[in-house]
């Protein structure tokens, strides 16, 4: 029985974690005060082994995800960005290389890098998910524990009111 080797792309997540681990953000913080930034992890599945995260395929673009950057006006940009590559052999290069394309030609639907949207992270992450393809989610338990799915939306959710609450305090610091 032949199975298929195309790698799903899923938001990797993690149980029993809460804010911003959750979702393997990186809090970039605010240097002005009026912005933050934060990183969701991208992370690709195989249908054949869905709970193993070594698997070359997924090793290979464990470092992919959105860089999102919003301010206190609610302007948001997304860009799909590598992250911290470090070394990669010519095999992981060459596969990471495929699923780039891939993201490419499905990501023209939404324009990234664009700074001139006046709107909501919850918006505008779920367009550019949806423009990607992405629409579920791995949840890690942990280690000899299978993963399990939830839908992208629960996620987003979970995100954009942790990401709520950074903005009201950059809010609340400009007022003071």
């Known amino acids: 029985m032949k199975t298929s080797s195309k790698t799903e792309i899923v938001i990797s997540t993690w149980s029993n974690r809460t804010g911003p681990s959750?979702?393997?953000d990186h809090d970039y913080g605010s240097h002005d005060g009026q912005s933050t930034s934060f990183w969701v992890s991208l992370?690709?599945?195989v249908p054949s082994e869905p709970y193993r995260y070594l698997h070359?395929?997924?090793?290979?673009?464990n470092d992919l995800g959105l860089y999102v950057w919003v301010n206190v006006e609610n302007t948001v940009c997304i860009d799909l960005r590598l992250h911290v590559t470090g070394s990669l052999t010519l095999y992981e290069?060459?596969?990471r290389v495929k699923v780039l394309r891939r993201l490419l030609a499905k990501g023209k639907a939404y324009r990234f890098s664009d700074f001139s949207r006046e709107s909501d992270v919850h918006t505008e992450l779920t367009k550019a998910l949806d423009a990607l393809g992405v629409k579920r989610s791995l949840v890690y338990h942990g280690v000899d524990t299978p993963d399990t799915y939830v839908l992208v939306g629960i996620v987003v959710k979970r995100i954009c009111d942790e990401i709520e609450v950074r903005l009201e305090r950059l809010k609340?610091?400009?007022a003071a």
């Open 43 to 45: 992370r690709g599945v």
């Open 56 to 61: 070359d395929d997924n090793r290979a673009i």
């Open 172 to 174: 609340q610091r400009q």
């Open 93 to 95: 290069s060459e596969q």
């Open 22 to 24: 959750y979702w393997g």
